[in-house]
């Protein structure tokens, strides 16, 4: 059994600015989202985490070391945020309004269409980021980590375990440092105990 407190980033500009698609540009947190990771460490003082592993970016491993209280992180490439392509730095209103029928596509089969038209499919996330969780299991049995990533990956990884066709992954809510936690099994059957809980 894997015991994972699964972290979304802090606040970052892009979050502020009507929720720019950041994907793989690295910025950093607010003011705001300092904080928001600080809380995330309150929330989770005398709770025994064995290690934490965090995306390159840095709005990412920044909130992992202010919400574990440590400089001990290990940064994986797996779990980035998915390459949104095209539409990176832009609102969705901005992108659909620039090629509808791209956003089409993504939603109806995010699988198989690209992000963004040149940027990641959904099945390419879920492949690296489910990879990762399998190596997690395997290294920390019967162990509790924390891992800080992003709303995308997040979200598909977990409409992937979940069972969830891929196109329905935004209906999982994810907020900025929202906690959730869950539990992988030997066979890596995924329970889910806790879902976006913020401090």
Request: glycine share 8%.
């Amino acid at each position: 059994m894997l015991n994972v407190y699964l972290l979304r980033h802090g606040e970052t500009q892009f979050n502020a600015d009507g929720n720019r698609y950041c994907g793989r540009t690295d910025i950093p947190l607010t003011a705001k989202g300092i904080a928001q990771a600080n809380a995330v460490f309150e929330q989770l003082k005398g709770k025994k985490i064995d290690a934490v592993y965090s995306s390159p970016l840095m709005r990412a491993n920044h909130t992992a070391k202010i919400a574990a209280g440590s400089e001990s992180v290990a940064v994986d490439e797996r779990i980035i945020e998915i390459d949104f392509g095209n539409w990176e730095g832009k609102r969705r209103e901005e992108f659909v309004a620039e090629n509808p029928g791209l956003w089409q596509l993504w939603s109806d089969n995010p699988a198989i269409h690209a992000a963004g038209g040149n940027g990641e499919t959904a099945s390419q996330v879920v492949t690296r980021v489910d990879n990762f969780f399998k190596e997690m299991l395997a290294k920390h049995k019967d162990q509790t980590i924390m891992v800080v990533g992003h709303n995308g990956i997040n979200r598909l990884y977990m409409a992937h375990k979940l069972g969830m066709p891929l196109k329905n992954y935004r209906k999982i809510v994810q907020h900025n440092s929202s906690l959730t936690f869950f539990q992988l099994d030997t066979d890596g059957e995924l329970t889910l105990e806790k879902l976006n809980a913020t401090a």
